[in-house]
């Protein structure tokens, strides 16, 4: 069985670029997001972690950590770092998973449990390690998105993911299509018109059980 939303992720002890963690310890209280790539030294996966470095302030301010994963070593890594920030213009200083025996893809059912890396493995041996993962304070995944290696991930579309989520589960309300902060959220069928209106106020009906309300605060 792979790993599912809502599923507590596996609390494996990890080699990085910047030591070894174990990952419910390094989450902490905060979020996190685990990004993941099939090697180092590939275009697609260079600018994708270059555009997770610009936005290290964003991350900060949504109390999120980040770290990459990619089934190379610790020195791939650190030499794969000054590339990255060349091309992407930004430090990055988060760590980045040596998951060269590939515990972690596997654990996370980016690969099959039989999946091993051949002699002058490429890309395409790990092709579907591309997968982004946050995950929430009680280490419980919340949202994945897969990518092929020809396209870049939107992390505009992760940011926007992210502060979804938060909200949704911070305020107790879902997000409709394309929600961005500050647009009304919808109210959950599990609240009756009363309760809705003692808990959020006056809101809008559109459909019996489409209930639309600004927050406030």
């Known amino acids: 069985m792979g790993l599912r939303i809502n599923d507590t992720i596996p609390n494996l002890t990890v080699t990085t670029d910047e030591g070894t ?31 997770v470095a610009q936005l290290a302030e964003e991350w900060a301010k ?21 590339d990255i920030e ?10 980045i998973v040596a998951d060269k025996d590939l515990t972690l893809s596997k654990a996370f059912d980016m690969l099959p449990a039989e999946a ?3 002699e002058g493995a ?11 993962f946050i ?6 995944l919340k949202l994945s998105m897969t990518y092929p290696m020809n396209v870049g991930r939107n992390f505009a579309e992760v940011l926007r993911a ?15 299509a394309n929600w961005t ?14 309760q809705a209106e003692e808990k959020f106020g006056p809101f809008t009906t559109v459909l019996p059980y489409l209930r639309k309300v600004g927050l406030k605060g």
């Open 122 to 132: 490429t890309p395409n041996d790990t092709a579907t390690v591309r997968v982004v």
């Open 116 to 118: 091993y890396l051949p």
């Open 62 to 82: 949504r109390g999120t950590k980040v770290m990459g994963i990619s089934v190379d070593g610790v020195e791939e890594h650190l030499r794969w770092k000054k």
């Open 181 to 194: 902060v500050g647009e009304d959220v919808i109210i959950p069928l599990s609240l009756n018109d009363a």
């Open 21 to 51: 963690v174990t990952l419910h310890d390094w989450i902490g209280d905060s979020w996190a997001i685990l990004f993941s790539h099939p090697k180092d030294f590939t275009p697609v996966c260079t600018t994708e972690f270059g555009a």
């Open 135 to 140: 995950i929430g304070p009680d280490k419980k």
């Open 86 to 95: 060349t091309a992407g213009g930004a430090k990055p200083a988060f760590p």
């Open 162 to 176: 992210l502060d979804a989520l938060q909200t949704a589960n911070g305020r107790g309300v879902a997000t409709p």
